[in-house]
């Protein structure tokens, strides 16, 4: 359904685009999932520089002047960039990221708790 809401809301030359890009995908029958539709078209209408900044700038992401609220915030809308850290395989790995960009002094307080459930944590 996301698929079908995302092609209809394009307009002008993205909807030329995604008409080429279903003909494309659909190929055989071929269900497009909405991965698929959200990496295609970032590919084209979002450069792999900008993309890469996008990364480098998650990685680089610590806490500094920010409230813990809106560094979780700003956490959150980074992370979709760095594509390791959005499969629930890596919650781990999330967690420990989002704690290690933390204040020293708020990193000690919950280290000890050792929650690996990325939305427990930052609640």
């Not at 890009?21 to 959200?38: C, M």
């Not at 993309?51 to 979709?80: H, P, T, W």
């Not at 704690?99 to 708790?113: H, R, V, Y």
Request: proline fraction near 3%; glycine fraction near 8%.
């Amino acid at each position: 359904h996301k698929v079908l809401l995302g092609g209809y809301v394009l307009h002008d030359e993205a909807d030329h685009w995604w008409g080429n890009a279903q003909q494309r995908l659909e190929v055989g029958g071929a269900f497009i999932s909405w991965a698929h539709f959200k990496r295609e078209f970032l590919t084209k209408y979002f450069p792999a520089d900008e993309r890469n900044r996008k990364v480098i700038e998650f990685m680089e992401l610590k806490q500094g002047g920010m409230s813990v609220s809106e560094y979780a915030a700003k956490f959150k809308d980074l992370c979709r960039f760095a594509p390791h850290y959005n499969t629930m395989e890596a919650e781990e790995d999330k967690c420990v990221k989002f704690e290690n960009g933390l204040k020293p002094d708020i990193k000690q307080l919950i280290g000890f708790s050792e929650i690996r459930n990325f939305p427990t944590l930052v609640n």
